[in-house]
C-alpha cells in the first residue's frame, strides 16, 4: 500500500495537457453531483460516498487556500469549479487512463481535473488534497514558472493529512543522521531520476515547506508565492522573504527547526 502511494505521488503533477480527452468522451455516463467548488463526476459510488466526498472537499479546499494565505483568491467558484472522476475501480480506471497499475490517481492542472477510482484507503486524507493543493499552487503562480520539483512536491504534501506526520518523522531521521539530500542537491532535481528514493524525497520536500510555513507564516508563504507568480527566480524569492543569505543558510535553519 505504502508503494503505491508513493508511486502514485511520484507520477501526478501533469502541468501539461495531456490525454484526457477520452474521459471528457464518455462523460454522458457519469452521474453528477456539485457543490460550490467541486463538480464530481461518478458511476458506481454510493451517494453517501458522494456526499462524504463533496464535504471533505469543500472543507480541504478552505483549509488550503487558509494555510498558503490565498484565501482572498476565490480560484474555483462555479463555472471554474474543479472535476473529479471518480472511477468504480482500478480496472476501469486504468482502462480509462491509460495509467500504469501503481498509479492511484492523476491531476490535469489546467484544466482543474482529478482522475482516480474509489476503494483506495489513503484517498480522502491524503490524495484528495495532495491533488487539489498541487491545481490551487499552479494556478496561484502560473503553470509555466520553472521550480524545482521540492517546491512542487512539498506543498502538496504539506496539506496531507495521514501521511504527512510519517513523513515529517523520515525527515527528522535523515537529519539527525546526516542521510538527507543537500539542498543544493534536491533543487537540482525537476523529475525524480532512478538515483532518488521517492519517500526520502517526499519527506524532505514536505518539511521543507512545513519549515517555510512555519517560519513566516501564510502571509510569508503568499509573499513568496506572488514574487514567484510575478517572475522572480525561485532562490531570489526565497531570499527575499524568508531572509537566507544562500541555500546553505536556509539548509541550516531546516536542519535546527526539525531536530528542535
Ligand atoms: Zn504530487
Request: proline share 1%.
Given at each position: 500500500m505504502v508503494k503505491i502511494k508513493l508511486f502514485f505521488f511520484?507520477?501526478?503533477?501533469?502541468?501539461?495537457?495531456?490525454?484526457?480527452?477520452?474521459?471528457?468522451?464518455?462523460?454522458?455516463?457519469?452521474?453528477?453531483?456539485?457543490?460550490?467548488?467541486f463538480i464530481v463526476y461518478y458511476q458506481g459510488a454510493s451517494s453517501s460516498f458522494v456526499d462524504e466526498l463533496i464535504s471533505k472537499a469543500e472543507d480541504y479546499y478552505n483549509g488550503i487556500v487558509e494555510e498558503l494565505g490565498f484565501r482572498r483568491f476565490d480560484f474555483w467558484s462555479w463555472e471554474n469549479r474543479a472535476k473529479i472522476f471518480l472511477y468504480n475501480n482500478t480496472d476501469d480506471y486504468q482502462k480509462e487512463t491509460q495509467r500504469e497499475g501503481w498509479s492511484g490517481g492523476v491531476v490535469y492542472v489546467n484544466k482543474r481535473v482529478i482522475q482516480t477510482f474509489i476503494g483506495q484507503g489513503s484517498f480522502f486524507d491524503s490524495i484528495l488534497p495532495h491533488e487539489m493543493t498541487h491545481i490551487i499552487f499552479r494556478e496561484f503562480i502560473g503553470k509555466n514558472i520553472a521550480l524545482p520539483l521540492w517546491i512542487d512536491e512539498g506543498i502538496a504534501c504539506s496539506q496531507e493529512k495521514s501521511n504527512l506526520a510519517s513523513r515529517m518523522r523520515l525527515a527528522r531521521e535523515l537529519v539527525s543522521q546526516n542521510k538527507y539530500i543537500a539542498l543544493s542537491e534536491i533543487s537540482k532535481l525537476s523529475s525524480l531520476g532512478d538515483s532518488i528514493k521517492p519517500d526520502v524525497f517526499y519527506a524532505e520536500a514536505a518539511s521543507l515547506i512545513v519549515f517555510l510555513i512555519h517560519e513566516e507564516g501564510q502571509s510569508g508563504f503568499l509573499d513568496f508565492s506572488r514574487l514567484l507568480r510575478d517572475g522572480t527566480d525561485w532562490q531570489k524569492a526565497l531570499f527575499k522573504v524568508y531572509h537566507f543569505t544562500s541555500l546553505e543558510d536556509m539548509e541550516e535553519k531546516w536542519k535546527e527547526f526539525l531536530l528542535k
Amino acid at each position: 500500500m505504502v508503494k503505491i502511494k508513493l508511486f502514485f505521488f511520484f507520477l501526478i503533477l501533469s502541468l501539461s495537457v495531456t490525454a484526457f480527452s477520452r474521459a471528457e468522451v464518455v462523460s454522458s455516463l457519469w452521474q453528477t453531483q456539485k457543490s460550490q467548488h467541486f463538480i464530481v463526476y461518478y458511476q458506481g459510488a454510493s451517494s453517501s460516498f458522494v456526499d462524504e466526498l463533496i464535504s471533505k472537499a469543500e472543507d480541504y479546499y478552505n483549509g488550503i487556500v487558509e494555510e498558503l494565505g490565498f484565501r482572498r483568491f476565490d480560484f474555483w467558484s462555479w463555472e471554474n469549479r474543479a472535476k473529479i472522476f471518480l472511477y468504480n475501480n482500478t480496472d476501469d480506471y486504468q482502462k480509462e487512463t491509460q495509467r500504469e497499475g501503481w498509479s492511484g490517481g492523476v491531476v490535469y492542472v489546467n484544466k482543474r481535473v482529478i482522475q482516480t477510482f474509489i476503494g483506495q484507503g489513503s484517498f480522502f486524507d491524503s490524495i484528495l488534497p495532495h491533488e487539489m493543493t498541487h491545481i490551487i499552487f499552479r494556478e496561484f503562480i502560473g503553470k509555466n514558472i520553472a521550480l524545482p520539483l521540492w517546491i512542487d512536491e512539498g506543498i502538496a504534501c504539506s496539506q496531507e493529512k495521514s501521511n504527512l506526520a510519517s513523513r515529517m518523522r523520515l525527515a527528522r531521521e535523515l537529519v539527525s543522521q546526516n542521510k538527507y539530500i543537500a539542498l543544493s542537491e534536491i533543487s537540482k532535481l525537476s523529475s525524480l531520476g532512478d538515483s532518488i528514493k521517492p519517500d526520502v524525497f517526499y519527506a524532505e520536500a514536505a518539511s521543507l515547506i512545513v519549515f517555510l510555513i512555519h517560519e513566516e507564516g501564510q502571509s510569508g508563504f503568499l509573499d513568496f508565492s506572488r514574487l514567484l507568480r510575478d517572475g522572480t527566480d525561485w532562490q531570489k524569492a526565497l531570499f527575499k522573504v524568508y531572509h537566507f543569505t544562500s541555500l546553505e543558510d536556509m539548509e541550516e535553519k531546516w536542519k535546527e527547526f526539525l531536530l528542535k
